[in-house]
């Protein structure tokens, strides 16, 4: 896990947790169903949707076991409304919690299955990600001591930003408390 002085998560390790995320898959060939530590894989069947956890859905992939169906949200079409949408509207377009994570993961494990060439769908994914650091990066223009509106960000997103908000919000925390111990000085010195 993180560490105490850095107070973010390392990129692999936002990676790690996004690996159980579950997918639908359809497998090539049957597998028994087995019983994991807190997860129980259903049998596989060929041509017979299952959802897995994307790690298992990944390995099974590696060994031609199984092909990956990528997320509704990570076609070309989807994609291209999204990125629309978060150029054109002020707020961020509703994406999963591991949208990075899940998208990159699946670009290098399973590219074949997306649908779409994968450099389309990586420059489509690179677009999107591009409008939302804009979006945050406007965000941090209204910033005030008690918060900051980010609905539909993701895990990686606001582990990107997170030092940055953190001390920034701390100082204008800072300098909030310091005004309104100006003004009660201020009041007391009028009594």
């Known amino acids: 896990m993180a560490s105490k002085t850095q ?20 497998p090539r060939q049957s597998m028994d169903s087995l019983k994991l530590i807190g997860l129980r894989v259903p049998k596989l069947q060929p041509m017979r949707r299952v959802v897995v956890p994307l790690w298992l859905a990944l390995l099974l992939k590696k060994q031609s076991r199984l092909n990956v169906v990528p997320p509704e949200w990570l076609t070309e079409e989807n994609l291209k409304k999204v990125h629309e949408e978060e150029v054109s509207q002020p707020a961020f377009a509703k994406l999963p919690w591991h949208w990075m994570e899940v998208g990159q993961a699946l670009l290098e494990g399973a590219p074949d299955d997306l649908g779409s060439p994968s450099h389309v769908i990586r420059d489509l994914l690179r677009d999107v990600r591009e409008a939302r650091q804009a979006k945050i990066r406007a965000g941090v223009k209204e910033l005030n001591e008690s918060h900051m509106r980010m609905d539909n960000v993701g895990l990686m997103e606001i582990n990107e930003i997170r030092p940055f908000v953190s001390s920034v919000m701390d100082e204008l925390r800072r300098y909030s408390d310091l005004e309104v111990a100006n003004e009660q000085g201020d009041e007391e010195e009028l009594e």
């Open 7 to 26: 107070g973010t998560f390392l990129p692999s390790e936002v990676f790690f947790m996004a690996e159980d995320v579950e997918v639908t898959v359809i």
